[in-house]
């Protein structure tokens, strides 16, 4: 029999997985199993403070925690796994500086890699919708919430600014609810920095597919923070869900369409790529593990927690993904995988949940605590308090409670950390009637038809004359790149159209550096002058 520590691996460093390791540092000594963690970020997030990131009343970088700091005796790989062989045991990781993969081999596996929002099969939704999960989502969507202020300060156009200021939540669980009542109270309170927007109506709406928002908690509290949201201003449409997005709108089942530039989606989730392809039996969706939370078919080798598995307690209740779990959840874990290691008593799942908690912005939030209820200012104090206490480190807990003090002093933080510009190829989904550019456009990217049909018109003496219609695989909008000129034409969408775009840095670039894509457009450009179509202006 071998004598060589046996090897963990723990896939993920959220709360399934941090918590774990922590575990296993109490309950094995570092000789007898060394533990490596893989995570593509080298912090774990607090996830349930994160929506206050949008606000600014707590700081971005206080809502994480260095994994090093938080499990110093487990050797962290910050990278991306790829793959998972459960029946070699061998778990592949992406290549780093040097382009090579790199495979580890174990004993035991801990697969805690989470959820992700999948937006498949709802058109648009992934070029147009934000998903609200890790801090990197935060930090997006407090930019471009700047940006649209910004930009709705300048605007004209009554119907485009409009536009700029509505924003849209599609699911009304805890993170949707959180996260539209931190945005809501974040525009409130910083409109007032904006000259042209201080008396500029807002409008926030809440999309849920069910009867009520918070299904996670009892009807009574779930309809005290609808009148909340409400009484703030958040419309809350029910029994609807998302379907399709555009850049101008987002469109729910019903059909009702909602003019916006924000749309943030914390639904549907599912498992993340690598763990849909397991080849392991599932349960609701989700990898089926016994009450041991050992992999099933692969006990007493693999371990799954956290949102990505479908667990019940000894008594059988379907245990919720949420983070109050997951930490209960990755202490049965250890104590099973330290059993596994050297022996001695095994744990099964048995977590009821001591109750849920959830923020509607400043000053309130519903609570459900051993079986009471409480509501308003009380339930948002204790839902402060409760979740200060479980953020692990004393110094993070002083920052926190800091940027709280100073957010009830002092005005939001309303300065953009603007890291990169928006560039680069991209989708885009169109709607029949949609429009994607109009003639007196500056040219700004060439587009390619991947899939519709779109018609370029021209408008002469208030006449509109067909141009062209434009199919897959075809390419426009390169004669006002070339010449530098306005757009002469407009592009109008007849079917549901996905675009490539091309924008003009990318455009020139690819130009330049490979002669054989510019001649390909250079020549569209001549034939299409001398066929007076989709020209530029001179
Ligand atoms: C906005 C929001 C608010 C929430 N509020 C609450 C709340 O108030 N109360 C509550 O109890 N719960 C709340 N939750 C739910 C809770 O955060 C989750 O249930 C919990 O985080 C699940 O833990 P996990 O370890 O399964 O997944 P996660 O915490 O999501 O961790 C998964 C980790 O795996 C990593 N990962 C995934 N794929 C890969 C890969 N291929 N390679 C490398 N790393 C990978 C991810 O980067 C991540 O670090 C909230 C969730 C969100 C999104």
Not at 52 to 71: A, H, K, M, Q, W
Not at 164 to 189: H, Y
Not at 492 to 504: E, G, H, Q, S
Request: glycine share 8%; with cysteine.
């Amino acid at each position: 029999m071998s004598t060589d520590p046996k090897q963990i691996l723990i896939l993920g460093g959220g709360f399934g997985g941090v918590y774990t390791a922590r575990y296993l540092e109490k309950l094995l000594r570092p000789e007898e199993a060394p533990i490596t963690l893989i995570n593509r970020e080298n912090y774990w997030v607090y996830q349930p403070m994160l929506p206050e990131v949008i606000s600014g009343s707590i700081g971005l970088t206080n809502v994480v925690s260095p994994i090093r700091r938080l499990c110093p005796r487990t050797n962290l790989i910050m990278r991306e796994v790829e793959d998972i062989d459960l029946k070699n045991q061998i778990v592949t990781i992406s290549p780093g500086f040097r382009p090579r993969h790199l495979q580890l081999k174990y004993d035991h596996l801990v697969i805690a890699l989470g959820s992700i929002t999948d937006f498949h099969g709802m058109p648009g939704m992934i070029e147009n919708a934000m998903p609200f999960r890790t801090l990197a989502d935060a930090m997006v969507l407090r930019n471009h919430l700047i940006h649209v202020l910004e930009e709705a300060d300048v605007e004209e156009n009554p119907e485009l600014r409009r536009q700029l200021l509505t924003f849209v939540v599609g699911g009304g669980g805890f993170s949707g609810v959180e996260v539209m009542a931190e945005l809501n109270d974040f525009v409130r309170s910083v409109k007032r920095n904006y000259l042209r927007l201080r008396n500029q109506p807002h409008r926030c709406v809440i999309v849920q597919a069910a009867d009520r928002i918070l299904p996670e908690m009892s009807e009574a509290l779930a309809i005290f923070a609808q009148r909340i949201l409400r009484q703030r201003g958040v419309e809350i449409i029910l029994n609807d869900r998302l379907k399709a997005a555009t850049s101008e709108r987002a469109i729910l089942q019903s059909g009702t369409e909602i003019p916006c530039k924000t749309l943030i989606s914390t639904v549907p989730s599912a498992l993340p790529p690598i763990v849909q392809k397991l080849d392991c039996p599932r349960e609701r969706g989700k990898l089926g593990v016994n009450t041991g939370l050992e992999l099933k078919d692969y006990e007493g080798r693999v371990w799954a927690l956290g949102d990505c598995a479908a667990i019940k307690t000894a008594a059988g209740t379907i245990v919720p993904p949420t983070a109050q779990h997951a930490i209960r959840e990755a202490s049965t874990a250890a104590i099973n995988i330290a059993a596994a290691v050297r022996g001695g008593k095994r744990a099964e799942f048995g977590f009821e949940g001591l109750g849920t908690l959830g923020s509607l912005g400043h000053g309130a939030a519903v609570a459900q605590i051993f079986g009471v209820k409480v509501s308003g200012l009380l339930a948002w104090l204790l839902w402060r308090c409760i979740y200060l206490m479980k953020m692990p480190g004393l110094h993070r807990k002083v920052r926190i409670a800091t940027d709280w003090l100073l957010y009830l002093l002092f005005a939001p933080e309303l300065a953009q950390t603007k890291v990169a510009f928006e560039s680069g190829i991209r989708n885009q989904h169109f709607e029949p009637g949609d429009i994607i550019f109009e003639q007196g456009d500056l040219g700004n990217s060439v587009y390619v038809i991947e899939e519709g049909e779109c018609e370029a018109l021209r408008e002469q003496d208030g006449e509109w004359k067909l141009l062209a219609t434009l199919s897959r695989g075809e390419y426009f909008g390169e004669m006002a790149l070339l010449s530098n000129q306005t757009r002469n034409a407009t592009v109008r969408v007849r079917t549901a159209t996905d675009v490539l775009i091309i924008p003009k840095a990318d455009f020139n670039k690819l130009r330049h550096s490979v002669p054989a894509f510019g001649e390909v457009f250079s020549e569209l450009a001549e034939q299409r002058a001398m066929a007076g179509s989709l020209g530029a202006r001179h």
